[in-house]
């Protein structure tokens, strides 16, 4: 950790903590003026992804006592716009807005409410492209496609999507106007490219399917004191990579009934991304099925939309395989209120 932010910072015993403490970082010294990017693991990765820790910064005016603070206010912010924004494409095909809420179940969101991740963040503009896509107001998905390239490497695929929509429809200009909301983050990639050193070959890409598929016959053991535990994480896990499996063939069911455009080659490429994702990307669901987060709203949505309520199932039991991190913390802070050891 840089010296200057230990004081006053929580380290949990045991653990050398998670990818959000990087992002924390980045908010701290946003411009590489301090030399943060010694104590990142990837620095050009982390920096590269400059949205979230960039907004914290601006809402905290810079001031570093507040920075911290407006960082949580921002993770938190992009959870209510998620909320929003899906509440609004529901009740525009004809569903109760109370559905909305499904958003704070996708494992991104999950993921980054609990560590200060940016894949909560991504998944919320997605859910904003969604609904921007829906009412054809494109000056906001072009703003929506920028953003999202700026939060994580992924939300390129926005974009390029737009871009390749229009280039199957012939209209050039469109498509060179739609593409242009990725020449901020280019440009800023290309910044962070020239400034710090490389991260070498990050991740792991392997044949479509074999990794997920490896996965669900291989179940990791994890030393823990309690075989309750023990077998609790080992059923979560085997139900998260098989409920990723679903996902992805009932994306490509849905995807084949004809629909086309933007929203439909977004979803594709996140599927895509889910099938080549391998080490070390599938050694656990908190990591799998981040990246995968916008397919799995988007399967969500579709679920309630078409009122298939079974479908719901399958993206649910890979945020039951994220979530069963929640239930260590949560029993220590019910055993302090209760005051049990």
Same mark, same amino acid.
């Given at each position: ?15 050398? +903590? ?50 911290? +603070? ?7 912010a992009f959870v209510a716009l998620g909320v929003y924004w899906c509440?609004?494409?529901?009740a525009r095909r004809g569903r109760s807005p109370l559905w909305g ?176 994702? +391998? ?45 069963v991190a929640f239930v260590s913390p949560l029993w220590t802070v ?8």
């Amino acid at each position: 950790m840089p010296p200057d932010l230990d004081a006053g910072t929580y380290r949990f015993q045991g653990l050398d +903590g998670y990818d959000g403490q990087f992002y924390r970082y980045v908010a701290h010294d946003p411009f590489l003026r301090k030399d943060y990017w010694r104590n990142m693991d990837l620095p050009q990765l982390r920096y590269r992804r400059l949205l979230v820790p960039l907004l914290a910064w601006l809402l905290a005016l810079g001031q570093r006592p507040w920075i911290d +603070g407006s960082f949580i206010a921002v993770e938190m912010a992009f959870v209510a716009l998620g909320v929003y924004w899906c509440a609004g494409l529901l009740a525009r095909r004809g569903r109760s807005p109370l559905w909305g809420v499904l958003f704070v179940a996708v494992p991104g969101t999950l993921a980054s409410f609990d560590r200060m991740l940016v894949d909560g963040p991504l998944s919320a503009l997605f859910a904003g492209f969604l609904l921007y896509c829906a009412e054809e107001k494109w000056g906001r998905v072009w703003a929506i496609a920028m953003l999202a390239s700026l939060t994580r490497e992924t939300g390129m695929f926005l974009p390029a999507a737009l871009a390749v929509d229009q280039l199957l429809r012939r209209k050039w200009l469109r498509a060179a106007w739609l593409a242009s909301s990725s020449l901020p983050a280019l440009s800023w990639y290309g910044y962070i490219a020239g400034s710090l050193p490389g991260d070498g070959v990050f991740p792991v890409l392997i044949l479509p399917g074999w990794a997920i598929l490896r996965r669900l016959f291989w179940l990791r053991p994890v030393a823990l004191l309690d075989p309750r535990e023990q077998a609790l994480l080992l059923v979560t896990d085997f139900l998260a990579v098989l409920g990723m499996i679903i996902s992805l063939v009932l994306a490509a069911i849905w995807l084949r009934k004809g629909r086309r455009g933007p929203v439909a080659l977004c979803v594709g490429f996140f599927a895509a991304l889910a099938l080549v994702l +391998g080490t070390p990307s599938m050694i656990e669901p908190l990591s799998f099925s981040r990246p995968a987060s916008p397919l799995l709203l988007w399967l969500l949505l579709e679920a309630v939309s078409s009122q298939s309520w079974i479908a719901l199932a399958p993206p649910l039991m890979v945020s039951l395989g994220v979530s069963v991190a929640f239930v260590s913390p949560l029993w220590t802070v019910v055993k302090g209120v209760l005051g049990v050891r």
